[in-house]
């Protein structure tokens, strides 16, 4: 079973620090290192920030955070998790994870890159055939996720 947790992080292509998730204490966008590929089949997760709290539309702003929040048990959910720092929309490079819930788990299954978006919701994704994934306690994946919104309204400047 995966740690995960929320804390201020200052990502490569950022300025100052930033809210991020953490898996076993590892800053998002350099944990998915060399499985998630832009259109061209390059590896640019180093130089993505969250989904969370960078998109500008407030719309698909609403729709990563209701997503990253676990919904009904047996179910999965396509969640954007990492963007582009240049555009923050999801119109460009977009790391995708699928979200499982499974009783007291919940599992990252598998990560992508998004290839369509309507509305805010991703509809289709290109699958990284690494298989990395990873698995949380429900609770501490609640928990996580409470404090990345908290981090992001009330410490991010």
Known sequence: MNSISAKMH????????????????IPLEIWVKGIISNHLGEDDTYH??????WLINE???RSAWKLLFPLEE?????????ICPDDVDLA?????????????????????????VINGVVTSVQ????TQ??????????NACSEL??????EWV
């Open 59 to 61: 719309e698909d702003l």
């Open 133 to 142: 994934r990873a698995e949380f306690n429900k609770y501490e994946f609640l």
């Open 10 to 25: 200052q990502s490569a292509c950022a300025k100052l620090p930033h809210p991020v998730l953490t898996i076993d204490g």
């Open 48 to 53: 993505l920030v969250p989904a969370q709290g």
């Open 74 to 82: 047996n179910s999965s959910t396509f969640v954007p998790i990492l």
């Open 92 to 116: 460009c490079t977009v790391a995708v994870v699928e979200q499982v819930v499974e009783g007291e788990n919940i599992i990252w299954n598998r990560f992508g890159r998004a290839v369509n």
């Open 149 to 154: 919104q908290r981090l992001t309204d009330n």
């Open 127 to 130: 699958w990284n055939h690494i």
